[in-house]
């Protein structure tokens, strides 16, 4: 039977990465504190809730989701996997701790070009699963990090910079590169990067023709071939989307929706968490933060029935019931009611009263 168009948008994400050939994985509610503790610059909370284990072994109640898979991984395989999980960690808006529901997917093991362009697409159409009305902002930090080993700043210099561009903050960027004495030119590759035309086609040709370093432009076509299987129409490229380059490398990306004022998907390249956990694969993923879509309106979506059945108080019951099970076998979906109800959308109207 056919499920009427109710449904959270939980359910239709995991459909969704179900019927995208993900396979469902399921994890424990802790891990032994270590993992975390060693990794709290990858958290996007540094609280984590700890309790010592029957064992004496200090526990966490997981706050983060990919790096209890990447730890149970086994390199020399590829794996597809998606998940819907509770994590534990301080709200935003309260500061207190609270279980916060995600759902993401993880593409781990040989990722190349082909696998990234699924992965951006997969979000893309998480997106859709929430509303229409969304971008997915998409940079890579491979370039970036090439860019600013250029300019060859010392390390105080390169974190203001990085601040700049995550504020497209285009001035105080120029006040910082003639602070460290930066090259005008290399200045200006710089404000170029910072101000690029966020449409695709446009931002990957000015991309392809610069000439940074030496491995600058097969990096810059392996961004344009990633980008080019995309729905560009819900696409921008935004160098202001960043990460720990401790942990992520290659492309990053956002997602928002109209309605939502904080990025409601993120994701990104992660080898360098892969490399720290001692692992020789490549990675790449993202997560949806349900609890920022918790009063979203696009959730109040109107149902929609195959059948919409009225019967009354002389209606024989085994029509009734002879309608629904029809319906199942021909995998309809099918709703019974004594009056016709609000907020209801129906194919075919069956009015037995």
């Not at 994890?27 to 503790?37: D, G, I, P, Q, V």
């Not at 993401?104 to 951006?120: C, F, K, N």
């Not at 002389?314 to 004594?338: G, L, R």
């Amino acid at each position: 039977m056919s499920i009427p168009e109710i449904n959270p948008i939980s359910d239709r994400l995991m459909s969704l990465f179900a019927g995208c050939g993900y396979t469902q994985y399921k994890m424990s509610k802790f891990e032994e504190y270590e993992l975390y503790a060693e990794n709290k610059a990858f958290l996007p909370s540094k609280s984590i809730i700890t309790f010592t284990d029957t064992d004496g072994r200090l526990m966490a109640l997981k706050p983060d989701v990919t790096l209890s898979i990447v730890k149970n991984f086994r390199d020399g395989k590829t794996e597809k996997l998606y998940y819907k999980e509770s994590v534990y960690r301080t709200d935003s808006n309260t500061a207190a701790f609270a279980e916060i529901t995600q759902a993401g997917i993880e593409y781990i093991g040989d990722v190349d070009v082909i696998s990234l362009s699924e992965v951006l697409t997969v979000a893309q159409l998480s997106l859709d699963c929430v509303s229409e009305q969304n971008v997915l902002d998409v940079s890579s930090l491979a370039l970036l990090s090439a860019l600013l080993d250029k300019l060859c700043p010392d390390g105080e210099t390169r974190a203001k910079l990085i601040h700049c561009i995550e504020h497209k903050n285009v001035h105080e960027a120029a006040f910082v590169c003639n602070e460290a004495d930066v090259s005008e030119e290399n200045k200006a590759l710089l404000l170029q990067i910072m101000t690029l035309d966020p449409d695709p086609d446009k931002a990957c040709a000015v991309l392809c023709s610069l000439a940074v370093c030496g491995g600058w432009k097969a990096e810059a076509e392996n961004f344009k071939k990633v980008l080019s299987a995309l729905d560009k129409s819900k696409l921008r490229v935004d160098f202001s989307v960043l990460s720990d380059t401790n942990y992520y490398n290659g492309i990053v990306f956002r997602g928002y929706i109209n309605g939502v004022p904080s990025a409601v998907l993120s994701g990104g390249q992660y080898d360098m968490l892969m490399r720290r956990l001692k692992k020789t694969s490549s990675a790449v993923g993202f997560a949806v933060y349900l609890d920022r879509l918790d009063n979203f309106s696009g959730q109040a979506e109107t149902p929609y029935y195959d059948t919409l059945v009225l019967y009354g108080d002389n209606t024989d019951a085994k029509a009734v019931c002879n309608v629904i099970k029809s319906s199942a076998d021909a995998k309809k979906s099918v709703k019974t009611a004594k009056e016709p109800p609000e907020n209801v959308k129906y194919g075919k109207l069956l009015d037995l009263r």
